[in-house]
């Protein structure tokens, strides 16, 4: 079950969190890993706690930029041979408050959060019609607030954008007859240093609680009455990436505790 022997995956935004727990398990199944990253720190660091020196490489990697994406697929392509897997992970959470938010805070959010899926969707179509039939699949990394009002409009607009570019694109590769797979997924609050930045802007004399409380009040939003783990996140990620996930495209794939259930 899960298994992606062989297979060979990109996966951003893998110095921590979701990315490193993705790659982490698409090595464990079998695959072969180039991880990105924009904190070229991260590579050292993710090789030490993972180790797979043959079969993981990393690059430091700006999701934003055209030229980075062709460096990182050429990369890919020269350590590995092919690419399989895409797994579009990197994105960014900024304090949002829509009548204090200036327009370069929302270009920064769309820049790297919805251009740099795009620009990573576009990239990995390119390189997977030279494996033919074997096609390959894309997981874009989108969340709850993609489905649902609650975080800030531009993180809110990046990540919708997000679900319906995958359903676009899964559409359009089917239609034309490539062997592509496009799929999102959408974590809820997941215990990462993005949720934890997010609860650490929080200034109690500016907005009325401090930290904990809104980590609190946040947490007893979710049914099962905890925030998720990097891994759980992971799991579905690798779901999609293998071939068990063979019939669906153009599908989003919810992990949130049932946030979005009541």
């Not at 809110?156 to 799929?183: E, M």
């Not at 929080?202 to 907005?207: M, S, T």
Request: with cysteine; hydrophobic share 45%; glycine share 12%.
């Amino acid at each position: 079950m899960n298994r992606v022997d062989g297979k060979v995956a990109l996966v951003t935004g893998a110095g921590g969190g979701i990315g490193l727990a993705t790659t982490r398990l698409l090595l464990e199944a079998g695959g072969r890993v180039l991880a990105s990253d924009k904190d070229a720190v991260a590579g050292g660091a993710l090789r030490a706690a993972i180790g797979a020196e043959d079969a993981l490489d990393f690059i430091e990697h700006d999701v934003t930029s055209e030229a980075a994406w062709k460096n990182t697929i050429a990369r890919c392509l020269e350590r590995f041979g092919r690419i399989d897997i895409l797994v579009n992970n990197a994105g960014i959470a900024l304090r949002e408050r829509l009548d204090e938010m200036d327009f370069a805070t929302w270009r920064k959010v769309m820049d790297v959060n919805l251009d740099g899926v795009f620009l990573g969707v576009r990239a990995a179509v390119a390189a997977m019609r030279a494996n033919g039939d074997t096609g390959g699949t894309i997981v874009n990394v989108s969340s709850i607030m993609g489905l649902v009002g609650g975080a800030g409009p531009a993180y809110n607009a990046s990540k919708g954008g997000v679900r319906l570019l995958t359903k676009s694109v899964a559409a359009w590769c089917a239609r034309d007859g490539l062997p592509i797979r496009v799929n999102s997924v959408h974590p809820g609050y997941i215990r990462t240093s993005l949720i934890e930045n997010a609860f650490a802007q929080v200034d109690p004399a500016r907005d009325g609680y401090t930290p904990e409380e809104i980590r609190e009040s946040i947490r007893a939003l979710h049914p099962m009455g905890r925030f998720g783990e990097p891994e759980e996140v992971a799991r579905a990620i690798l779901f999609l990436a293998s071939e068990d996930s063979s019939f669906m495209t153009g599908s989003e794939l919810v992990i949130d505790g049932g946030y979005t259930a009541i």
